[in-house]
């Protein structure tokens, strides 16, 4: 919540097509973060970037892929070639300076049938 | 062996009860803990953060790091039906990598 955003709240779609996933922030932070969140499983690191267009692959990024062209924006697209994309998907930025305060979106579920 | 370990509970108390919430953990390069409290279909909030080992106060709510021992607890006095949530810790290695726990779920019954 605060100054970031995620949309669409509830997200369905079919098996076999892609999906974007939005995440916007007005808090001037560098690093952003995408997390996936399962029952059981807590949080799993699928992207993250430090700065303008860099990003590295996360714990779980295999069918999943981002882009980060201005420092507000972190979209995700589920890809068709992820195996289980029915979850919650947590957006979170982190201050430089502050490195343990990371801040978290109020999340997207995606639910593929 | 996951890096943290957090019981899932479900924990359900009364109000006004104290209410104790733990973490364990393997790596000792771990240098920062945190709680994070996540309310249902919600984003994860930073509640505290603690650097080194000892007691952080913060109202009702103590955070505890025992670094020889790996674990973390968060306690909360006075646990009111507002505080029911699922707690999250989590810690950061040197290489500034978050690490989660899988969260507990705290109901508290007015």
């Known amino acids: 919540d605060g100054g970031i955003t995620q949309s669409p709240k509830y997200l369905f779609r079919k098996e076999g097509q892609n999906v974007t996933l939005s995440c916007e922030q007005n808090l001037n932070h560098d690093a952003m973060y995408w997390y996936r969140q399962d029952p059981g499983q807590g949080l799993r690191l699928i992207y993250y970037?430090?700065?303008?267009?860099?990003?590295q692959k996360g714990d779980i990024a295999e069918g999943y892929s981002v882009s980060r062209e201005k420092k507000e924006s972190f979209p995700l697209t589920v890809t068709s070639a992820q195996k289980n994309p029915t979850a919650f998907y947590l957006c979170?930025?982190?201050?430089?300076?502050?490195?343990?305060?990371?801040?978290f979106g109020p999340g997207t579920r995606l639910t593929v049938t | 062996q996951k890096e943290v370990e957090q019981d899932p509970g479900p924990l359900s108390v009364p109000e006004g009860a104290i209410v104790s919430l733990n973490c364990t953990y393997s790596?000792?390069?771990?240098?920062?803990f945190m709680w994070y409290r996540q309310y249902s279909r919600k984003g994860p909030e930073l509640l505290m953060y603690t650097y080194s080992s000892g007691n952080k106060e913060d109202g009702r709510f103590t955070a505890q790091v025992d670094k020889s021992s790996k674990y973390i607890s968060l306690f909360i006095r006075d646990s009111q039906p507002s505080d029911s949530a699922t707690y999250l810790c989590?810690?950061?290695?040197?290489?500034?990598?978050?690490?989660f726990g899988t969260g507990t779920s705290l109901t508290v019954i007015p």
């Open positions: 979170a930025t982190t201050p430089g300076a502050s490195v343990y305060e990371q801040y």
């Open positions: 970037s430090q700065i303008v267009n860099d990003f």
């Open positions: 790596n000792s390069a771990f240098q920062y």
């Open positions: 989590a810690m950061i290695d040197t290489g500034n990598q978050f690490y």
